[in-house]
């Protein structure tokens, strides 16, 4: 089993992308119970992650959210359960978890496979400044 703290959520992240990037600075600046730690995906922990759930990364290459007792989400899920531990308004957007996930992921995945080309990409994981180190698990 992964150690991580008992209270903490890991959100597993493409650290080249651009956009996914500055998606985990804005859940920084908005995790209003400092919930969660991160980790790239190009890191050894995810890769662990990964083989151990069995994850398909052809077809799940975004944003991953683990949770100790409960196991990984991912794409559309995991970005709503995201949501849900972030400050108010941006929790409110958990309510489209009601929508069906087929739904929910089309939209997601339209934008993952177009994330590169409207955002760019980066030739390495960003390397936090030593205030966020503490929030970022390799």
Same mark, same amino acid.
């Given at each position: 089993?992964?150690?991580?703290?008992?209270?903490?959520?890991?959100?597993?992240?493409?650290?080249?992308c651009?956009?996914?990037?500055?998606?985990?600075?804005?859940?920084?600046?908005?995790?209003k119970?400092?919930?969660?730690?991160?980790?790239?995906?190009?890191?050894?922990?995810?890769?662990?992650?990964?083989?151990?759930?069995?994850?398909?990364?052809?077809?799940?290459?975004?944003?991953?959210?683990?949770?100790?007792?409960?196991?990984?989400?991912?794409?559309?899920?995991?970005?709503?359960?995201?949501?849900?531990?972030?400050?108010?308004?941006?929790?409110?957007?958990?309510?489209?978890?009601?929508?069906?996930?087929?739904? /929910?992921?089309?939209?997601?995945?339209?934008?993952? /496979?177009? /994330?590169?080309?409207?955002?760019?990409?980066?030739?390495?994981?960003?390397?936090?400044?030593?205030?966020?180190?503490?929030?970022?698990?390799?």
């Open positions: 089993m992964i150690e991580i703290p008992e209270h903490k959520e890991l959100i597993l992240f493409d650290g080249v651009n956009l996914c990037d500055s998606s985990i600075q804005f859940i920084i600046k908005h995790d119970h400092n919930t969660f730690l991160f980790t790239p995906l190009q890191s050894e922990l995810s890769q662990s992650i990964i083989e151990q759930f069995g994850i398909d990364t052809q077809k799940i290459d975004s944003i991953i959210l683990f949770r100790k007792n409960e196991g990984v989400f991912y794409k559309s899920t995991a970005a709503l359960k995201i949501a849900s531990k972030l400050k108010f308004p941006i929790n409110i957007l958990a309510s489209f978890i009601i929508l069906p996930k087929f739904i /929910r992921d089309t939209v997601y995945d339209f934008i993952a /496979r177009n /994330r590169y080309t409207w955002f760019g990409k980066k030739e390495s994981c960003m390397i936090p400044t030593p205030e966020l180190k503490a929030k970022f698990i390799e």
